[in-house]
């Protein structure tokens, strides 16, 4: 076996290798290249894309997998179970208990013009995730970027569509499914391979240029609105007890219309009886009728003194001390 020369201190020269000992050595240095260019490990969140010449050949699972060295196939690790996100009007710098945030305004994302041109800084988080890796590498150049763009898009197009009020009050939660959908529908028709899971607003203001303006019309609303309900309370107070002592007049006239009305059926009834005991026996009935009629009477007039127009001598039968006279005649 050939054995290196030692060291040669004349000539300042290091100790000369032989040839096997060198091809040996390019031949190790080969095989742990192709090893680690050969096999890779993907992660239980990622598939791996995998490209032959450049061209799309199949997808690796997770695990430890096996590709072609030197360049041959290369692999692409796609994240499809991770949550992500994108941030727009804001930047998280570091997310904790006590989470940082960038000073940047990002007013070029963030100032949008409302239906009613109001204008609105709407800040929003879209969470997606990519469910074809495939269309997410190869579809659309740069897909993330081409994302962000659609999401810009969308949201200008959704907020114009509605009032300042609707948009930073009551309408968010609305404005936020409205552009989700809107987004998913645009994500698969240019085949970016991105599902939207949620889009979530955070900070929707006013910009803070006419935010003093806006308090003032917000409190003259607010005013507005007060006035409204003092009104509308007062109404409920007066218009039902009108409606209440109207409806009580009505069912009193209702009452007084069937009471005479019922009284003069029994009236009728009661004269037709009559009328028809007269025709069995007339003077029988008609002195009855006399009787009862000059008694009622009678006991309505009080005390009366009935004498003969002929006679004489009768101031003995007045009591005039107890007023006889002014009831006698």
């Not at 199949?58 to 072609?68: D, H």
């Not at 499809?80 to 989470?99: D, I, N, S, Y």
């Not at 009080?302 to 007023?323: C, H, M, Q, V, Y």
Request: net charge positive; charged share 30%.
């Amino acid at each position: 076996m050939d054995q290196p020369q030692g060291f040669d201190f004349k000539m300042g020269r290091p100790p000369q290798l032989s040839n096997r000992v060198i091809r040996w050595s390019i031949i190790g240095v080969i095989f742990l290249v192709f090893v680690f260019s050969s096999f890779f490990t993907i992660s239980p969140e990622e598939v791996g894309v995998v490209l032959r010449f450049g061209r799309y050949t199949r997808e690796a699972s997770p695990g430890l997998n096996f590709k072609w060295p030197f360049g041959i196939e290369t692999v692409y690790k796609v994240p499809v179970q991770r949550q992500l996100k994108q941030e727009f009007g804001f930047r998280t710098l570091r997310a904790g208990v006590r989470t940082q945030y960038s000073t940047n305004r990002y007013l070029d994302e963030s100032l949008m013009l409302t239906g009613d041109l109001n204008a609105a800084q709407v800040e929003w988080i879209v969470q997606y995730r990519i469910k074809n890796p495939y269309k997410f590498l190869f579809k659309v150049r740069n897909a993330t970027q081409t994302f962000r763009d659609i999401n810009e898009a969308v949201m200008r197009e959704i907020v114009g569509d509605r009032t300042v009020n609707e948009v930073i009050t009551v309408g968010r939660q609305n404005l936020a499914d409205a552009v989700s959908v809107k987004l998913q529908a645009l994500c698969d028709q240019y085949e970016t391979g991105i599902k939207v899971e949620q889009v979530v607003l955070q900070d929707v203001n006013p910009p803070d240029e006419v935010k003093p303006s806006f308090n003032e019309v917000n409190e003259a609303e607010q005013e507005k609105e007060k006035l409204i309900n003092q009104a509308l309370s007062e109404y409920n107070k007066v218009v039902p007890r009108a409606k209440g002592e109207a409806q009580r007049k009505i069912e009193e006239a209702h009452g007084y219309a069937l009471e005479r009305v019922n009284e003069a059926r029994g009236d009728s009834a009661r004269f037709v009886s009559i009328f028809n005991e007269y025709r069995k026996a007339k003077e029988v009935t008609r002195r009855r009728i006399y009787l009862e009629t000059m008694k009622d009477i009678l006991n309505k007039v009080g005390r009366k003194l009935i004498t003969d127009e002929k006679a004489s001598g009768i101031l003995p039968l007045f009591n005039l001390e107890n007023g006889g006279l002014n009831n006698a005649k």
